[in-house]
């Protein structure tokens, strides 16, 4: 489970467990079955009740912590193998416990894979809600109450959820069956369901849970904690100076630089590793302890240094945040193009084998040439007919998804129908380019290629002279929803094919897997509603762009709002210095990424990740990428000392640090809107003086 911000949706789990850690031998090639153990029951369809509602259960703890980490840093993570490890400690011991009417009876290695689908379909779908959504409140382009437009965004979800899971199906066999490719996530969740329900498997499976639920049970304490007491978890050091003498050291406090005990991006760190992790808190050295500081003492930026609010002219007098932003999202950009630009021969062969075998299923035909064959007797599928989705299923539902979308975008929304389906032709491609590099990589590079869709619906709305009050927010409207759909239906589509991949390798049925991420779905689009209006509700400064002090640092928020107005706006709003520094740095993001492919693996470690640099410049806080090292340490010391200890815990710890954090998240809101405000009630012990009257001041 790598951690990836929604602004590049880079949404990345680590490879975990492979076969041969797990007490397997891993498969010699990666499209091949992962090996189970001999003589398990015929679990037939594997389709069940129990294994449904467990999975939308785990998958909506994912989802709630998902957004909660999404809107205060921009980060999401995956369900993937939280699902599979929890839905068989959960799973496990009911089914022998319980009589079969109420649930018990067998229980393999097959309904485990439907109950982890199920949990990734839940839990994926949370993406808008951390990103464009809140944008386009901020911007005054929806009601001022969320909960005024909860049948709007209810359609907004269903649109951007349904399209990508049908667009799925068909890819399946080209990317799984055909190319092999290695979905390596995916795939270390088939070696460790293989190896949960192996010969003394369950003990391991139960033990890791133990160790997960312990970890997340901390990390909700310590953030329920923190609410009532922040300066225990919040260490302002270079405050803590200026009041013991250090004249300048209160400034270097203003520019962020504090440490917090951050359990979720400590657990990131430990399964991100040191390049990443350290490529970050290059990143934040440079933003926010080097350029930021040289803007405002050179009179290129205004104070406040943080906020992006209240620019009565941006383009001439940014702040520090404001300015950054700029040629962090073009490192975001140039990197992952970059990437994918370097592969290029492989993601056109994948695209043009795709739209092929996409083609030809919808006709239901195959090519007889050499071009369009794309399945020979070797690439046949080995799932039964009838644990294949017919073609009249997904065929018609794709139809059916595109028209309402289509139709939503037109009469919902007010967006042209030939943009609609414009969006609808950006999402295919999008989706392609994922899952070619995400099946390659396992990085899904969907959020900063998808911020493209913003480029184009600029480009057309100032083509159609939408510059004018009149038609301005329609403009940026359809700017903000395009690059929603597109991405998120395209992401949607790369996160349903790796969970085929997974089913595959485990010969689970491709069909009950369809269903499962059917009813996940279903459960996702109100389980993502449910929790931004209740996010919302308790923290109104999240879509009101006046309220300046928040909980949340919005970066992905403000990345999508600030990128619409400045394509849509009638007169320039980024400034001069920032946009040359943008194409200059979006520059050296290429010659990285190529200069990292050329090098020996020896000296390829020292190349920074650029796009790990950009995220650091758009998020505008220095916590997040110093708690990544801090756990980077932790992992590289563990790994080295012990490494069998760490692959029992390594995975289970962070990852119960990163959802346990997130659920304390959502306590802290409900407490907020019971009227349990941190400020009000909470205890200033370990925070800063106040500099007016000299006592601590709550540092919430």
Excluded at 151 to 177: C, D, E, Q, S
Excluded at 207 to 216: D, E, L, R, T, V
Aim: proline share 6%; with cysteine.
């Amino acid at each position: 489970m790598t951690t990836q911000p929604e602004d590049t949706k880079e949404h990345l789990e680590p490879v975990v467990g492979s076969g041969e850690k797990d007490g397997f031998e891993p498969s010699p090639v990666y499209g091949d079955y992962v090996a189970l153990p001999t003589g398990l029951p015929d679990e037939g369809t594997a389709l069940t009740v129990r294994a449904i509602i467990i999975g939308i259960i785990l998958g909506s703890v994912v989802a709630a912590s998902n957004i909660y980490l999404g809107l205060k840093t921009g980060f999401t993570f995956g369900a993937s193998l939280f699902g599979a490890i929890f839905g068989f400690a959960i799973l496990k011991p009911l089914s022998v416990f319980l009589p079969k009417a109420f649930g018990g009876g067998y229980f393999g290695p097959k309904e485990n894979c439907t109950i982890q689908t199920a949990a990734t379909a839940a839990g994926g779908l949370g993406t808008i809600f951390v990103a464009a959504v809140p944008a386009m409140y901020r911007l005054g382009l929806l009601s001022k109450d969320p909960k005024d437009d909860i049948g709007k965004i209810i359609a907004l979800t269903f649109i951007t959820a349904y399209y990508g899971l049908f667009f799925a199906v068909p890819l399946r066999k080209y990317f799984i069956i055909k190319q092999k490719l290695v979905f390596p996530t995916p795939f270390a969740s088939a070696n460790t369901i293989a190896s949960l329900h192996a010969v003394g498997g369950e003990a391991e499976g139960v033990y890791k849970a133990k160790i997960m639920a312990g970890s997340m049970l901390f990390a909700i304490l310590w953030n329920v904690f923190g609410y009532f007491l922040p300066g225990i978890r919040s260490w302002h050091v270079f405050t803590w100076f200026h009041q013991a003498g250090c004249a300048k050291c209160f400034e270097v406090e203003q520019w962020s630089w504090y440490i917090e005990w951050t359990p979720a991006f400590i657990g990131a760190g430990m399964l991100s590793g040191l390049h990443v992790s350290c490529s970050m808190w290059l990143g934040s050295f440079l933003a926010w302890g080097v350029i930021g500081p040289v803007l405002f003492h050179t009179g290129k930026a205004i104070e406040p240094f943080l906020s992006l609010s209240k620019l009565a002219d941006p383009a001439n007098h940014p702040t520090p945040r404001y300015w950054l932003l700029w040629p962090g999202i073009m490192l975001m950009i140039c990197a992952s193009f970059a990437e994918l630009f370097y592969n290029w021969r492989s993601i056109y062969n994948g695209l043009k084998g795709g739209v092929t075998e996409f083609i030809a299923n919808i006709r239901g035909t195959r090519g007889n040439s050499a071009d369009l064959s794309l399945t020979n007797v070797e690439d046949e599928d080995p799932a039964p007919r009838h644990e294949q989705v017919p073609a009249l299923v997904w065929c018609g539902g794709l139809l059916l998804s595109s028209i309402v979308t289509i139709t939503v975008l037109a009469t919902v929304f007010k967006v042209n129908v030939g943009e609609g389906i414009l969006s609808i032709i950006l999402a295919f491609i999008f989706g392609f380019i994922g899952i070619q590099a995400s099946g390659q990589t396992d990085i899904n590079p969907i959020g900063a290629i998808a911020k493209t869709s913003q480029f184009v619906f600029g480009g057309i709305s100032r083509g159609k002279g939408m510059t004018g009050p009149d038609t301005l927010p329609q403009a940026q409207l359809n700017n903000l929803l395009a690059g929603a759909v597109a991405g998120s239906a395209a992401s949607q589509a790369v996160d349903m094919v790796g969970d085929l991949k997974t089913g595959h390798l485990l010969r689970a049925s491709p069909r009950t897997q369809f269903i499962a991420q059917i009813f996940g779905t279903f459960a996702a689009v109100f389980i993502g509603v449910g929790l931004f209006i209740l996010y919302s509700s308790a923290y109104p400064c999240i879509n009101d762009p006046t309220i300046e002090k928040c909980s949340f640092n919005l970066p992905s928020v403000t990345a999508w709002e600030k990128t619409a107005v400045a394509l849509t706006s009638p007169k320039p709003s980024i400034p001069t210095s920032s946009g040359i520094t943008a194409i200059v740095m979006g520059i050296v993001a290429v010659f990285s990424v190529i200069l990292r492919h050329k090098l020996p693996a020896k000296y390829a470690w020292m190349v920074p990740n650029f796009s790990a640099i950009g995220i650091s410049w758009v998020l505008q806080t220095t916590v997040y990428s110093t708690a990544m090292v801090i756990g980077a340490l932790v992992m590289t010391v563990w790994q080295k000392r012990n490494p069998a200890s760490w692959m029992v815990w390594g995975f289970a710890l962070s990852s119960g640090f990163i959802a346990g954090e997130g659920l304390g998240g959502l306590i802290n809101a409900i407490f907020q809107m019971s009227g349990l405000d941190g400020e009000k009630v909470g205890f200033a012990i370990g925070c800063p003086l106040d500099e007016f009257n000299g006592t601590p001041a709550y540092c919430g």
